[in-house]
Each structure stands twice: as structure tokens, then as C-alpha cells.
């Protein structure tokens, strides 16, 4: 059975830093490109940042630069560090697993001062 299970989220400052930990169960790490998503109050969810099989990355244009995604095959996790936050960063975040169903419950980031 696969699960996934954020962790990280909470309050912080306009420019302060969270990372984000999503863990994997089940028979799907290594199998299956990994993504972040988030959906703020009143807008759609949106893929925020994507780690392909082979290592490759990908993340939206309001992320870039500020956002790293990463995998640790040791603990079958998928992290996303936050860093610079902006207040329109807050939202909550689920991890996916890639052309599948499977998502975690959610972890709420809140950037405010």
C-alpha cells in the first residue's frame, strides 16, 4: 500500500526558510517521477516542483531559483527547501506521485510577519 507523509510546514518570516519532507511507502520510490504541488485559499493546485527518475528537475516560474527539490533514497523521502518565502508562497503543499493518485494529506506553510 503506498503512502505519503509531509512533514515540515508551519509559520515563518517573509524571507525566512522551511524544508518541506515528504516519505514514500509502498512500491513506487525510484519508479515514478516525484512532485510538489500547492493550493492556496480560493486557486487551483499547482505543481510547484517535479524530480524525475534520472534525477532531473523542473519547477515553475514563481519557485525558481528560491525552491530545490531533492530525493533521499536512505529514508525513500522527497524534500522540497524553501528558501527566501514570500507571503504568496503560503499555501499547502502535497507531495505527489506521478501519473498516479497518490497524495499525501497536505502540510499548511504560512508566510507572515
Known amino acids: 500500500q503506498v503512502q505519503l507523509v509531509e512533514s515540515g510546514g508551519g509559520l515563518v518570516q517573509p524571507g525566512g526558510s522551511l524544508r518541506l519532507s515528504c516519505v514514500v511507502s509502498?512500491?513506487?520510490?525510484?519508479?515514478?517521477?516525484m512532485s510538489w504541488y500547492r493550493q492556496a485559499p480560493g486557486n487551483e493546485r499547482e505543481m510547484v516542483a517535479r524530480?524525475?527518475?534520472?534525477?532531473?528537475?523542473h519547477y515553475s516560474d514563481s519557485v525558481k531559483g528560491r525552491f530545490t527539490i531533492s530525493r533521499d533514497s536512505a529514508k525513500k523521502a522527497v524534500n522540497l527547501q524553501m528558501n527566501s518565502l514570500k507571503v504568496e508562497d503560503t499555501a499547502v503543499y502535497y507531495c505527489h506521485v506521478d501519473q498516479t493518485s497518490y497524495w499525501g494529506q497536505g502540510t499548511r506553510v504560512t508566510v507572515s510577519s
Open positions: 509502498g512500491d513506487v520510490f525510484n519508479r515514478f517521477a
Open positions: 524530480l524525475d527518475v534520472v534525477g532531473g528537475t
